[in-house]
Every structure is written in structure tokens, then in C-alpha cells.
């Protein structure tokens, strides 16, 4: 974490700062602050309009609990936290703030306003992503990929359109690859082979299908490569890399915006490393 002359913590001056310090220390906070974070992970679009109590009963601790989360942070309060993403919710929203509200006027209830707000979802989702990315992270993933003689995909559930798109892209460009997952109940890790590499996705609860074949790969010292939600996805014990893409939600639902743009831009570095090595 970021940290002052006097060893106190900085603090974050973006919600991306903030969410990448959090990812820094979640693995040492106590239980109720463990509880806040996980909460306010899940709820990024609600801290601008909710208040510390209303956080704080999502996260089931005390408001005073959430407040020491804040302090944890290098946060004065949780004002200073809903002060940050007031300002990074405003910054977002001027170029379609006008034409969004025109479509929720057209469609004030039903499909019409959730295709608006699920719209607006996914423009906070990309960006937050595109602050938090970690390009040589990123670039060090697709060199890895781009040198696996057979690329092996893996992703259930909210994970499998990920993969899939990952799977059609890297067909389009001639890059060998293979897509898992568990029809039948039949186990496949045993194609993947010395010279290929795993590349694993899998977001909050996290598939124990997916964290179970990760694990076979690795401890066959095959590379493995992962994205999730999260840092404190078990992935991150497995896989040389991690990349994040988090979803800012409506109602529950989270469309996989980030996930998408991500491995898009993956595919794309790796097709562009493989020709250069042809």
C-alpha cells in the first residue's frame, strides 16, 4: 500500500488506486474488514449514493467497522470514500449522461431502462478496468500464451462467454487452442501437453471445476494463466499471473464488459506475436 513519511497509508487519490491497494492488503485484514471489503467490491456503484450505515448492513458489520475499513485505507472516513467516487462517477458520465437519460425517458420501465442502466454498467466497468490495467502484466500473459505450442482454455458459468469469445477469436487468427469444460463429466486436462499453457477464468463464487483443473496443470509444472474479480481468487496460488476485470453490476447481474475487452486485447497481442515469429 501506498504509504506516507510517517509510515501512515496515502490516501487514494482514484478508485482504481483504491481498489489496488485494497487488493494489496486483503489478504491481512481481520474478519469484519474482510467482510467490508468483499462488500464493497460487489457494490462499487453503490457507494456514491448509499451511506455508511447502508454499506455497512450490506457488509453485515457495524457502521463502525465499515469506518475503520475506510482508515484502513488511508481514508480520513467513509466520506472521503463516497467523496472518491462521486467525483470518478461524475468524471464518467458528462458524454452520456444526456442520451442515457433520454433512453430510460423512452423506456421508463422494463427492458428499456435496464438496457440503459446495464449500459452504463458496462462504461463504468471498462473504465475502471483500463485505469487498473497492469500493461506488462498483461503483455507478459500474451508473450506466455503467444509461445504455447497449443493454448487451453478454461471458464464455467458466468466465465464460459469469456473463453468462448477468447476460443473464436484466436480460431480466426490460426492459433491452435482448445476450450474445456465438463460435459459429461468427462475429464480432459490429460490433452494438455508440455509445450501447450492453461489459460484459466473464473469470477466470484469461483468454479471449483475451474480452480481443480488449474491446480492439475500446475503441479504438472505446465504454465498456467488466470483472470478473475479478484487477487484473492485461489487462482492466484496457481497461476504465474493474475488479470483482473471487475464488473460494476445492476440488480444482482453482471454483464462481462471488462472480461470481453480484456481478452480481446489478449488475443489480439498474441496473434500479433505469433506472426512476428512466423
Request: negative net charge; charged residues 20%; aromatic residues 6%.
Amino acid at each position: 500500500m501506498n504509504s506516507s513519511a510517517e509510515g501512515v497509508p496515502r490516501a487514494p487519490a482514484s478508485v482504481a488506486e483504491l481498489l489496488a491497494s485494497l487488493d494489496r492488503i486483503d489478504g491481512t485484514l481481520p474478519k469484519r474488514l474482510k467482510q467490508c471489503a468483499i462488500c464493497l467490491r460487489a457494490n462499487l456503484d453503490r457507494v456514491a449514493v448509499s451511506t455508511v450505515a447502508d454499506m455497512a448492513q450490506l457488509a453485515e458489520v457495524p457502521p463502525s467497522a465499515f469506518m475503520r475499513f475506510c482508515q484502513t485505507l488511508g481514508l480520513s472516513g467513509y466520506s472521503e470514500m463516497q467523496a472518491l467516487f462521486r467525483a470518478e462517477y461524475a468524471q464518467m458520465r458528462p458524454d452520456y449522461t444526456e442520451r442515457l437519460t433520454r433512453l430510460r425517458a423512452e423506456g421508463a420501465s422494463g427492458a428499456g431502462r435496464l438496457a440503459a442502466d446495464f449500459a452504463e454498467a458496462g462504461i463504468r466497468s471498462l473504465m475502471d478496468m483500463s485505469k487498473e490495467l497492469d500493461a506488462q502484466q498483461l503483455q507478459a500473459v500474451a508473450e506466455r500464451l503467444a509461445g504455447a505450442r497449443t493454448i487451453h482454455l478454461v471458464g464455467l458459468r458466468r466465465a464460459f462467454a469469456v473463453v468462448v469469445y477468447l476460443a473464436y477469436l484466436l480460431d480466426k487468427m490460426g492459433v491452435a487452442s482448445m476450450l474445456h469444460h465438463t460435459t459429461g463429466q468427462i475429464e480432459s486436462d490429460h490433452a494438455i501437453g508440455p509445450d501447450d499453457a492453461l489459460f484459466a477464468v473464473t469470477f466470484a463464487p469461483f468454479s471449483q471445476e475451474t480452480l481443480t483443473l488449474a491446480a492439475r496443470v500446475s503441479e504438472r509444472g505446465i504454465p498456467v494463466l488466470a483472470m478473475s474479480d479478484t487477487t484473492t481468487c485461489p487462482l492466484a496460488d496457481v497461476a504465474e499471473n493474475l488479470l483482473i476485470a471487475r464488473e460494476v453490476e445492476v440488480g444482482g447481474f453482471r454483464a462481462p464488459n471488462a472480461g470481453l475487452a480484456l481478452v480481446t486485447a489478449l488475443a489480439v497481442a498474441i496473434g500479433g506475436l505469433r506472426k512476428e515469429k512466423a
